[in-house]
């Protein structure tokens, strides 16, 4: 898997990862999800760089243009709820993108600190021959990620898949470098010290689905 730390050099990157991890800015949900918004804006810009483009000539009022445009064919797929976010940065930018959405959620029988992932709710375009950008901001144990991975290409062969997280643990990284193909890419804003003992991202920035829309039962 080829993995892109897009924060080792400093941009305006590295001004909103500061704000959403802030304790005194990120309770602020309507910035946060902004924040997280314009984080979407500045990856999907810098993924662009790998995708494939074809040469074509523009008419202008006053001639013709020679340059190049975006050949393939995109989905963008947000892990509900907490990807939303993530997910309108993208579509700001890849606006002619088809859209999936997928949720998946850590459930902990008998409250206990062991869980397992629920892959539910699904609205699922065709993938194939498709490139599919997976978006979820939070890459801590990487469980999630690859039980959404493994739903999404049960009756689908894209062309290509990047992962885009936000703010990575190593982890997570390390159990999707084990559990996912070698052609995938992965697009980390930020990569964290390590998982604690509930396996929650130190220094992360607490759970983003409840700052971006609230607390859940």
Same mark, same amino acid.
């Not at 979407?40 to 000539?57: C, D």
């Not at 029988?109 to 950008?133: G, H, M, R």
């Given at each position: 898997?080829?993995?892109?730390?897009?924060?080792?050099?400093?941009?305006?990157?590295?001004?909103?990862?500061?704000?959403?991890?802030?304790?005194?800015?990120?309770?602020?949900?309507?910035?946060?999800?902004?924040?997280?918004?314009?984080?979407?804006?500045?990856?999907?810009? $810098? !993924?662009?760089?790998?995708?494939?483009?074809? $040469?074509?000539?523009?008419?202008?009022?006053?001639?013709?243009?020679?340059?190049?445009?975006?050949?393939?064919?995109?989905?963008?797929?947000?892990?509900?709820?907490?990807?939303?976010?993530?997910?309108?940065?993208?579509?700001?930018?890849?606006?002619?993108?088809?859209?999936?959405?997928?949720?998946?959620?850590?459930?902990?029988?008998?409250?206990?600190?062991?869980?397992?992932?629920?892959?539910?709710?699904?609205?699922?375009?065709?993938?194939?021959?498709?490139?599919?950008?997976?978006?979820?901001?939070?890459?801590?144990?990487?469980?999630?990620?690859?039980?959404?991975?493994?739903?999404?290409?049960?009756?689908?062969?894209?062309?290509?898949?990047?992962?885009?997280?936000?703010?990575?643990?190593?982890?997570?990284?390390?159990?999707?470098?084990?559990?996912?193909?070698?052609?995938?890419?992965?697009?980390?804003?930020?990569?964290? $010290?390590? !998982?604690?003992?509930?396996?929650?991202?130190?220094?992360?920035?607490?759970?983003?689905?409840?700052?971006?829309?609230?607390?859940?039962?």
């Amino acid at each position: 898997m080829e993995i892109h730390y897009i924060s080792e050099n400093n941009s305006i990157l590295n001004h909103f990862l500061a704000q959403i991890r802030n304790v005194n800015i990120q309770n602020d949900s309507m910035r946060f999800r902004r924040n997280i918004e314009r984080i979407g804006e500045i990856m999907a810009y $810098e !993924l662009s760089k790998n995708l494939t483009y074809k $040469e074509i000539e523009i008419q202008t009022p006053l001639g013709i243009k020679k340059t190049t445009e975006i050949e393939s064919d995109l989905v963008l797929c947000p892990i509900l709820r907490a990807g939303l976010p993530l997910h309108n940065g993208f579509l700001n930018y890849f606006d002619h993108a088809e859209n999936s959405f997928v949720s998946a959620c850590r459930h902990h029988p008998n409250n206990a600190d062991e869980f397992e992932i629920l892959v539910e709710y699904q609205a699922i375009s065709d993938l194939n021959n498709k490139t599919v950008l997976l978006l979820d901001p939070m890459l801590a144990t990487g469980q999630s990620i690859v039980a959404v991975f493994k739903k999404l290409l049960e009756n689908a062969t894209p062309n290509e898949i990047h992962i885009v997280v936000v703010i990575a643990a190593p982890e997570g990284v390390a159990y999707l470098e084990k559990n996912l193909p070698d052609n995938c890419h992965l697009w980390v804003a930020a990569l964290d $010290e390590k !998982l604690n003992e509930k396996n929650y991202i130190v220094p992360g920035l607490g759970d983003a689905g409840d700052l971006a829309y609230g607390s859940k039962l």
